[in-house]
């Protein structure tokens, strides 16, 4: 495990926080711009895992496991996000023959 976190804290803080901002901000875009209700789903999969990452990279370098901690509720929260908005794709997908989300306008009525 020692080995593991020197390998981690050798690339400097700066180059994590960097790489986690590109990842949510490439979610974020994708989550703004996309009207396919799969890809805005793994837009929001891209901003939990930078998130996740950054936490990791925090507790690494702080020597404290409760980012960890954190990672481990975030992805048991991405596992249920999954599994129920999948379950909405399909439905969706059986009443309008589409996954676009401008079709749903048609559920309103």
Not at 28 to 34: A, D, E, F, P, Q
Not at 45 to 55: A, P
Not at 75 to 94: D, N, P, S
Request: glycine letters at 4%; a neutral charge.
């Amino acid at each position: 495990m020692d080995t593991i976190s020197h390998n981690i804290q050798a690339v400097p803080l700066n180059h994590y926080l960097l790489l986690c901002a590109t990842i949510f901000s490439i979610g974020v875009i994708g989550v703004l711009t996309r009207r396919n209700a799969i890809i805005i789903f793994m837009s929001v999969e891209l901003m939990l895992n930078s998130v996740n990452l950054l936490l990791t990279a925090f507790s690494v370098y702080r020597g404290d496991a409760t980012g960890q901690v954190f990672v481990f509720f975030i992805m048991a929260l991405a596992a249920a996000e999954v599994a129920v908005g999948l379950a909405i794709i399909v439905m969706i997908y059986r009443n309008t023959n589409s996954i676009d989300i401008n079709v749903l306008n048609k559920l309103k009525n």
